[in-house]
């Protein structure tokens, strides 16, 4: 933990995790009623390495992210109106509701995208941040992406070419133990995750227990060193827990691949509460209230919006 933190920060880090939580319960309690036309990916309780390390990048760096994204839209500045409207298939979605959860989208706050296949975004992000450096352009780019996109071949290639050219990127791995029920602890050969990156002469770091104010240093000091021009891609190990099942809403411990033990000692060390208690109550609340405005906004927006006319089924395609 950061003793130093001020309280601006911790209010802004505050104000980001709550909203996100609160955003994804939401999703979680109107998913039932079929509003909701995609599957959704739900980042409760991993919502922290979004919000930590997005607090420290500035509004035109640019992230990429994965299927489970609510989280680093929302961190980056990506629009809520747009991405619940998203979730919902309607016109005013940020893919104008042709994408839903897993595509998510807003170029104007720097948020390229999100894909539904593992590890795709790697790639992207590398070569983008590979643009930037041709471009002389003083861009950090982030690409998130879970402990299983590390098994990915694209994994390995976009590790040794952002190394080889020395390219301003943060590689951040958002390590909840599982990719879908399969424990890391069976898929793992060799020494670790920061291991495989420092293979490749890549500095990396492991931070525990999802701490938003380390992440938050910790990406803060790679970035000012990439753009000072002193080092090349940096790799974050970010431990963290999700809460809920893979897709969809609700606690799947009946599958018995994880334990209830586990998942209490993650809830115990909730980042949400942890910052609440290090901002003070009335602050706290006052950041509450705001964000719940916001939000149920948010949903009346989307419930409120049209569907895509049936002519958008033949607009924005690749022709042949
Ligand atoms: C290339 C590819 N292989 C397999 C899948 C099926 N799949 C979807 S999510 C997932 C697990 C990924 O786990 P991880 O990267 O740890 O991310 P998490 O879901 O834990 O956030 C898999 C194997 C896929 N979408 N894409
Ligand atoms: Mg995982």
């Given amino acids: 933990m950061t003793p130093h933190a001020n309280s ?25 009623t ?36 609510h989280a680093a839209y929302l ?20 893919a104008r509701g042709k994408a839903g959860s897993m595509h998510l989208i807003d170029r104007a706050a720097g948020f390229m995208g999100t894909s539904a296949i593992v590890a795709t975004t790697i790639p992207q992000a590398v070569g983008y941040a590979f643009a930037m450096r041709y471009r002389k352009q003083d861009t ?11 098994e990915e071949g694209a994994f390995h290639e976009s590790l040794n070419f952002a190394a080889l050219k020395q390219l301003p990127i943060i590689f951040v791995c958002e390590n909840n133990l599982y990719a879908i029920h399969a424990p890391l602890r069976d898929r793992l050969a060799g020494a670790g995750l920061c291991a495989r990156a420092q293979s490749y002469g890549i500095p990396a770091k492991r931070i525990e227990d999802g701490d938003t104010l380390a992440l938050h240093s910790e990406v803060s000091l790679a970035a000012a060193e990439i753009r000072a ?35 209490d000692a993650w809830k115990a060390k909730d ?20 964000a ?21 089924l033949e607009e924005n395609l690749f022709h042949a």
């Fill in 8 to 32: 601006a920060l911790l209010a802004k880090l505050y104000r980001s995790i709550y909203r996100i939580r609160r955003v994804e319960e939401e999703i979680e309690r109107i998913y039932p």
């Fill in 34 to 69: 079929d509003k909701i036309k995609s599957p959704v990916h739900l980042s409760l309780g991993q919502e922290s390495v979004a919000v930590g390390v997005c607090a420290a990048l500035h509004k035109d760096d640019i992230v990429f992210a994965t299927y489970r994204g």
């Fill in 75 to 94: 961190a980056k500045g990506g629009d809520l109106n747009r991405m619940i409207a998203e979730l919902y298939g309607k016109a005013t979605g940020c």
């Fill in 140 to 150: 950090v780019t982030v690409v998130f992406f879970g402990d299983g996109a590390v």
């Fill in 229 to 263: 021009g002193r080092s090349g891609p940096h790799f974050i190990e970010a431990m963290t827990y999700r809460y809920v099942r893979h897709v969809g809403p609700g606690d799947d411990l009946f599958l018995k691949y994880r334990s209830q033990e586990e998942l």
């Fill in 271 to 290: 980042e949400v509460k942890r910052l609440a208690a290090m901002l003070g109550a009335p602050e706290a609340q006052r950041i509450r209230d705001e």
């Fill in 292 to 312: 719940e405005k916001e939000i149920a906004a948010a949903f009346d927006f989307a419930e409120k919006s049209p569907f895509p006319s049936p002519r958008e």
